[in-house]
């Protein structure tokens, strides 16, 4: 966790991104731009970046290896974000998760070999996160995404 | 003429205690005494009322009104000799003034009025101040109006939902939704202005996570469906509503206006909503309004039939009147809650607050600041669930003699609804993107408690993976603390989640299911067996926005 404090860049940059996709490219992510405008914060520590990304409400952080794969995202806002848009190919692999099984009312859990997806909340206040754990850098623990 | 007996009961919890009379003779030969002497006119006190009356306005039955004042001034130049005060009719009083006893020229005491009315219908009542003034007794005459008590009770139901779910629900990963813990109410909804053209529905799933009446369009009679309008966006095409809940299950449908009614209480005639509740209805796929769903509305599960809704429509009962609130005032979120619907398609749009879909609860006419949510509790020997459990939701808090709080301790939220829970010395909102606090949910089916890693209890893994299959039950105890400082501890327990469902198949309601969350507690319907639950509305009581239990 020491790792976080060494931050070594910070930018806030007016871009207009969309949002971040699971186990994609991040430069496949900024070229996709569907969405409105927000505002993109990005932070480099040694290991991995993370980009802020605030927009109507929501905020989502992508976690991108130095390769620019995005291993991570988390998300925070009033509504529920589009899943389908934020875990990308890995969309599928949640929905086949959560439909093999007694439906949940209340938070999603989907814990695979290779994907891990929370997602809690209710109206008003929803968050959640979702990392492919073969996409995350040996060197950084899951705890990171948050 | 209340007996001075009971006036001196009420007066007990505060710091003046009224007191026996004294003699009035002896009082009316001291003033005299005051009297005698020279040409000029004798030194005399005055004792002046303001106002000199007051007017209550309507209240139920067997409840007592908030307080009026009255203020008695000595506007005269001479001590005021009160000999003793009184109260008559529905009404009880506090006061500062001395009773018996002196109030010095100049001064002013103060007799402060609650009207508890024992009968429906105009009441009336007097205070009558005996002193040594001209015009004595002095009185300030009271009305008020009593209005009977509405039934605020109706029976809740947690057991295995709609006959026609039940004759679907065949096998877990089915897509039909065969889960347990689930609070069902009967709702009546009616056009709007309509006592004919209603229709009562069985089976809405109760969700103190939501706000918002939302109806299955596959369940309405086309007869009632063809009387509900269409509420109009700004832009002056139909609104619809989109909510994505945290399991990826999602709603669509237009907003409609209707008069609502659950036991005794209703919606119609409300002041706030002349033209009826909005309410939404859940559109059926392939409906000229389903067609017109959004890209952006999406999610694992439609819940717009009774197979995967696993009701026949959900009744949003939370702390908060609307369901998005202040924010889509001014606000379009990402995916949006409110759209603009003309045919040739929807756009996210903002929409006024009384514009957007409604607890019910705070739009009824009478009892609309709360509600509370009683089930017994699971017998413990054997502790394996029950099929069936009957309980009772109560409408109001403290507007009738059968919502008192009691001794439920009241626990205020921060601003989304959610207060702060510790468990292991670790505390569960504090704030931050996977920190939320915790929350009271009867429309979770299960207690969603943080992870295998901190609660020591392993995963169910295969198809039940994300639920709790502790060895034995499993009990914890977290300790609850809310944003006006109250704190205390609750005990949740948890047994095998698989054996529970597998051993009694037909079994409905389980105080001991659940499974993970992410770094959060939500005390889903297992949490309700054995308490009552109340759910203070914002903007509806001097306690603000609140759960209590």
Known sequence: MKTLMAVVGLWLLGAAPAWAVLGRSVDSVESDRKMLEGTVQRVTLPYYSIHQITRDGMTVKEYVTPKGTVFGVSWQGPTMPNLSQLLGDYYQDFQREVQSRPRRRGPAIVQTDDLVVESSGHMRAFHGRAYVRSLVPNTVTREVIQ | MKTLRRFAHIASSYWLVLVVAASLATLAGCGGGGGGGNGGPPPAPVASLSPTSLTFTSQTVGTTSSAQPVTLTNTGNATLNITSITISGDFNATTTCPNPGSLSAGSNCTVTVTFAPTASGSRTGT???VDDAAGSPQAVA??????????????VTVDLGPPALIADCTAIGSNVSCDADTLFVTVTVCAPGSTTNCQTIDHVAVDTGSSGLRILQTVLTSNLASALPLENASSGSPLGNCVVFADNSFIWGPVVNADVSIAGETTAG??????????QVISAPGSNFGNLLPAGCSGTFADNTVDVLGANGLIGVSVFQQDCGPYCVSNIPSPAAYYSCPSSGCTGTTEPLLGQLQNPVWAFLHD???LSINLP??????DIGEATVAGTLTFGIGTQSNNALGTAT???TDDVGDFAATYNGVKYGTGGIANSGAYIDSGSNGLYFLDPTTTGMSDCGGNFTGFYCPASVTSFTVTNAGSNGNSGQVTIKFDNAVNLLNNNPSFAAFDDFGGQASLTVDYGLPFFFGRTVFVGIEGQ???????AY
């Open chain 2, 127 to 129: 205070i009558s101040i």
């Open chain 2, 142 to 155: 009271l009305t008020g109006t009593g209005s009977a008590a509405v039934n605020n009770q109706a029976q």
């Open chain 2, 270 to 279: 409300s002041t706030s909503f002349t033209s009826g509740l909005p309410i």
């Open chain 2, 368 to 370: 609309n600041n709360g």
């Open chain 2, 377 to 382: 509790a699971i017998p413990q020997s054997p």
């Open chain 2, 410 to 412: 009241v626990y205020t």
């Open chain 2, 541 to 547: 009581s001097a306690n603000g926005t609140f759960w």
